[in-house]
């Protein structure tokens, strides 16, 4: 359990820290690894996805202790169908951000730990 409670930790980090270089990317361009330039080919404005992302890690923090099956299920399947689009959609049309791949290997990591510990 505290090692899904780190990797979840480390994804709210993670995609808080993308929703803050998204946002503010507008107005002041930053990134430390020149590769958070959202590309114009983003139908939907960047930092909605970082939201969505830590939305739903702070969600799986809250569920690791509520532990209601039906609800984690939800998250599970929310977590797996978000991170292999957003991965797939980034990598066609070639926005190699490694801290978005990072947030996408989280969720996944963090669903595999999730089903292991409703066992």
């Not at 958070?36 to 996805?49: G, K, M, Q």
């Not at 569920?63 to 998250?75: A, G, N, P």
């Not at 990072?102 to 669903?111: E, G, I, P, Q, T």
Request: aromatic fraction near 16%; include cysteine; hydrophobic fraction near 55%.
């Amino acid at each position: 359990m505290k090692v899904l409670l780190t990797l979840l930790a480390v994804g709210a980090l993670d995609s808080a820290y993308l929703f803050y270089t998204n946002y503010v990317l507008y107005t002041l361009p930053y990134c430390p690894i020149n590769a958070c330039l959202p590309p114009a080919e983003l139908i939907v404005l960047s930092y909605v996805f970082a939201i969505l992302g830590l939305l739903w890690f702070l969600a799986g923090i809250v569920l690791t202790f509520i532990k209601k099956r039906v609800i984690l299920r939800i998250w599970q399947f929310l977590g797996v169908v978000g991170a292999i689009s957003l991965f797939s959609y980034s990598w066609a049309i070639q926005y190699h951000c490694l801290y978005c791949y990072l947030a996408h290997a989280l969720a996944v990591a963090s669903v595999v730990l999730s089903r292991k510990s409703l066992k």
